[in-house]
């Protein structure tokens, strides 16, 4: 018969699953898990230090840092990089000693990252085992350390995303077109007021708006800013100089992150009616500022967007 402490000794940890989106890119999150340095400014819980640390990112290369509580009691993870592909998957093969290197528990920890309209999505793994059970505690309690990790992390990269450039410009344009079963009128409205484009723009996973205005007529602004779970503040501002109705739109705006200007494009808007319905053209030339790298990422979030407004028009 199986005892009720040599049970206790036998049971595993369940697989634990975090995720955030950063308003980055890939390479940037990517990063931020690959480099030393930035290892050591963020991979650890709030309080918490990494005053050593070796990485090397290469498949069966060091993941090995010492962690310092505040009280100064040390654990080191000595890991090795099970698959490095940039900047997709990262699949790291951890365990937790203490100062003298006996074993606590391993944490076989995967680590995902996908383009998304926001920037990147990152998504964790970990699954455990546990070597010492006097220590089964430890990861037990790993989902708020890795909530307060995950923060440092958007910090990290938002630090990595604003570190002094030198002045640039790089110059991005691309068109889009839809096809909608719907009227230009109807299009037109889900464009211009305020609470049918509320529906599909500014809108996001972990983000929680924090001002939003919109007056479309030349002259008139819109204005979004949201803050995302990282605490990082994204910026919509722009300017309508055109706007026939049923017709056209055009519009500058600029982008920031935080107090950072990234961007500042011009937008035009042309919809006709076509095979019973409305066919949409969006062109945007952009200019992306000091190093900014969109990657990209403009386009993309653009086409989950013009999806977006198609699918409220069914609602």
Request: charged fraction near 30%.
């Amino acid at each position: 018969m199986t005892t009720a402490s040599e049970a206790k000794a036998t049971t595993q940890p369940r697989p634990l699953t975090v995720g955030r989106t950063y308003a980055v890119t890939r390479d940037t999150v990517f990063g931020a898990w690959t480099t030393t340095e930035a290892v050591k400014r963020w991979f650890c819980p709030a309080g918490y230090t990494i005053p050593e640390a070796q990485i090397e990112a290469r498949e069966g290369g060091a993941f090995d840092l010492r962690m310092q509580s505040p009280e100064g009691e040390s654990h080191w993870i000595r890991g090795r990089f099970v698959e490095v592909d940039a900047p997709k998957r990262l699949v790291i093969d951890m365990k937790v000693t203490d100062e003298k290197g006996h074993e606590l528990f391993g944490a076989l920890t995967q680590a995902t990252f996908t383009d998304v309209a926001q920037g990147t999505r990152l998504d964790v793994e970990q699954r455990y085992t546990v070597l010492d059970p006097a220590f089964a505690w430890m990861p037990e309690g790993a989902g708020q350390g890795w909530t307060q990790t995950l923060d440092k992390l958007g910090r990290e990269v938002m630090r990595e995303a604003e570190a002094p450039t030198a002045r640039s410009v790089v110059h991005a344009t691309f068109r889009i077109e839809r096809q909608y079963p719907a009227s230009p009128a109807r299009v037109f409205r889900a464009l211009v007021e305020r609470e049918a484009k509320d529906r599909w723009f500014a809108r996001g996973e972990g983000l929680t708006l924090i001002e939003r205005s919109m007056d479309v007529r030349p002259g008139g602004r819109e204005v979004a800013k949201g803050k995302w779970q990282s605490g990082m503040v994204s910026t919509f501002d722009a300017l309508y100089y055109d706007v026939v109705p049923d017709t056209r739109l055009v519009y500058a705006y600029e982008m920031h992150l935080d107090t950072r200007k990234i961007s500042v494009s011009l937008a035009t808007i042309d919809i006709k009616a076509r095979d019973g319905g409305t066919h949409l053209v969006m062109t945007e030339q952009g200019a992306f500022l000091d190093g900014y790298d969109d990657a990209g990422s403009r386009e993309r979030g653009t086409n989950f967007l013009l999806d977006a407004l198609g699918a409220s028009l069914d609602d």
